[in-house]
């Protein structure tokens, strides 16, 4: 029996987050396009499309197109592993989930699931898919969970059930659960605020939540109940940047106060402008009125975060039209996105007063010589993460850009000198931790 060729390597920290998926395809050849397609999604192309990853990893964009449309790799493994790998991260600490969607704009009807709707990025109806999403914060850091994608009816296929997005978003909480995720807090906006089916789930699972509600949402009140507002208070708004903002919080109570209680928040009490003013809904106990706007605020930096990731990454980049196939190029994102996510030192557990700018060259966090680089991001959160990764892979892309004109021009040394810096790259001990 002829023994498996070991796969061809990229650079160290791709290939060892990437080993742990390994054994999920069935041969060395799908294996190295998930790696190469990993390593493409996280490099600086800037549109993700199949040909512009394969240029830059020096790959074909056929092998690409056959691994998402016709390799038979199990999406849902992937995502299991994917979980357990998070998990594993985590480390059983508490964190907050934000329950959000996302919509992209796409021609036509003959992509699944395209249809006239809602479209959040552009604020109108318009054609396009949409999907939602469970994201973990943990510190100042998001991480990918799950996904779904929403059926609209009139594009069901035969086999599918239509299901709203609270609906969903209800499913994906249960799911969560059921992988034993110690959920803090769940975040989410009016649209699941305004939802018995995800707040009932809430309740169920026993889940403390911070949601938005509409200005008139209706709370059932006995005969000569009245609603009443507390005096507004002051607190600061506290963002991922550092900077605050001065804002006012007040309580609403309809009739007496209970578990579930309701607050209205504002930038501006007299004015009360819509755009920034809130209202919110939650079960979290005791005094909350100095947290409780920063705990909601965590929604709109998620959102936020992950418009990040969506741009970084080529979420909606793909040319695929059966959703099988979207549903494998979305995990792929989720996977970068966590490979990225898994090497910040708020996922490794690591002390963020540790790692000032004197301490950055420890040996345990990465060699000397690589902050040495003009471009080297001292800062520890996600963007400066990604940043220094590409650092490490700009060689390697740099090289698969140059390799066509190498093979019809004799420059040698060129080529051996950018292949003697990836190998110096790889030599380092990594700063993944798994």
């Avoid at 791709?14 to 999604?41: I, M, N």
């Avoid at 007040?250 to 009360?272: H, P």
């Amino acid at each position: 029996m002829t023994t498996p060729r070991e796969p061809h390597s990229t650079i160290s920290f791709v290939d060892q987050y990437c080993s742990v998926y390994q054994h999920l395809f069935a041969d060395v050849r799908t294996f190295e396009c998930f790696k190469s397609l990993q390593l493409g999604l996280i490099s600086e192309v800037k549109r993700k499309t199949l040909p512009a990853i394969a240029k830059a990893v020096g790959t074909d964009a056929q092998a690409f197109h056959h691994f998402l449309v016709n390799s038979p790799w199990s999406v849902k493994s992937f995502r299991e592993q994917r979980i357990t790998l998070t998990k594993q991260a985590l480390n059983g600490r508490a964190i907050t989930v934000c329950i959000d969607e996302t919509g992209d704009k796409k021609k036509g009807n003959k992509t699944d699931y395209v249809s006239r709707q809602y479209i959040g990025n552009v604020g109108k109806i318009d054609n396009g898919i949409v999907s939602v999403h469970a994201f973990g914060l943990l510190g100042n850091i998001t991480f990918p969970l799950l996904f779904r994608v929403f059926k609209p009816e009139r594009r069901l296929q035969e086999s599918d059930q239509h299901k709203s997005k609270p609906k969903i978003a209800a499913d994906l909480i249960d799911e969560l659960c059921e992988h034993g995720f110690n959920i803090g807090l769940v975040v989410a906006d009016s649209h699941y605020g305004e939802s018995s089916d995800f707040i009932d789930t809430l309740r169920k699972q026993q889940l403390h939540y911070v949601v938005a509600i509409r200005s008139n949402h209706g709370v059932w009140m006995l005969k000569g109940w009245v609603v009443r507002c507390n005096r507004w208070k002051m607190f600061e708004r506290h963002f991922s940047n550092g900077k605050t903002e001065t804002r006012y919080l007040r309580e609403i109570i309809f009739g007496k106060r209970k578990a579930t209680r309701y607050y209205q928040i504002t930038t501006d009490t007299e004015k009360q402008p819509e755009e920034s003013t809130w209202y919110v809904m939650t079960n979290l106990p005791g005094k909350i009125e100095k947290t409780v706007g920063n705990l909601f605020g965590d929604r709109t930096w998620v959102e936020y975060c992950f418009r990040q990731v969506k741009a970084e990454l080529g979420w909606k980049d793909y040319k695929l039209t059966a959703y099988p196939c979207i549903e494998k190029w979305w995990e792929m994102v989720y996977g970068a996105y966590g490979m990225v996510s898994l090497q910040t030192p708020t996922m490794k557990g690591e002390d963020l007063e540790e790692h000032t700018v004197g301490a950055a060259s420890k040996s345990d966090r990465c060699p000397e010589i690589w902050i040495n680089h003009k471009w080297w991001d001292e800062k520890q959160g996600w963007k400066a993460v990604l940043n220094n990764m590409r650092l490490l892979v700009q060689p390697l892309v740099c090289l698969s850009l140059l390799m066509p004109w190498l093979q019809v021009i004799d420059l040698t040394g060129l080529g051996e000198a950018l292949q003697d810096l990836v190998d110096k790259l790889n030599g380092f001990a990594v700063f993944l931790r798994l």
